[in-house]
């Protein structure tokens, strides 16, 4: 049975009827992980609680009257209503925490996976021609850099990465660096 907020009020103290309404739909998504813990961990103390003392009285009833209701039937229903409202209180609490766990969980991965792309891709990036300087001090203008030099760099590149190198054509490399050349 899921309590209203009319009900709970009825039946719990002003401290335990806060802890209900900030377990409602309205409130729950405004809490932080660690107020989340905190309520969840007096969430459970309070049902905790309310069961023992629910047993016992039942116990000290049965022992009193004979009968497990007592004498009208309904003895210690406040108590068990006020553990099954802690009950659900805390069902609530522990749904949100496992979401809250979870979205954290999928930033991680996403970060992790973001890190990993940019980390293959600086791995698999050539390193372009350093500036060689002239006999005056001065910039020389990069010179050519032949698709031998590049292929060369590119299976260090591989052989240090420890991975597979991917066999190409070489009538399809010679026509890129054709074209390269002829587009200059």
């Known amino acids: 049975m899921a309590y209203n907020r009319e009900f709970a009020r009825k039946l719990c103290t002003a401290s335990e009827f806060e802890l209900f309404a900030a377990s409602m739909a309205d409130q ?16 459970r103390k309070l049902r905790d609680k309310n069961q023992d003392l629910f047993r016992r009285q039942q116990l000290a009833t049965r022992k009193r009257s004979g009968s497990k209701g007592g004498k009208t039937g309904v003895a210690n229903a406040r108590t068990e209503q006020k553990a099954k409202l802690f009950g ?13 766990e979870k979205g954290e969980k999928r930033e991680a991965e996403r970060a992790a996976a973001k890190a990993a792309r940019e980390k293959r891709m600086a791995s698999s990036a050539i390193p372009k021609p350093a500036v060689k300087k002239n006999a005056t001090g001065g910039a020389a203008k990069a010179g050519f850099v032949s698709a031998d030099a590049r292929a060369a760099q590119r299976e260090r590149q591989i052989k240090k990465s420890g991975k597979q190198a991917i066999q190409g054509h070489a009538a399809a490399r ?8 002829d587009s200059r």
Request: no cysteine; aromatic share 2%.
């Open 88 to 100: 659900e209180v805390l069902t609530r609490f522990e749904k949100r925490l496992a979401e809250i």
């Open 28 to 43: 729950i998504g405004g809490l932080t992980k660690a107020r989340l813990a905190s309520k969840i961990q007096r969430t």
């Open 174 to 181: 010679t026509r890129r660096s054709q074209g390269k050349r």
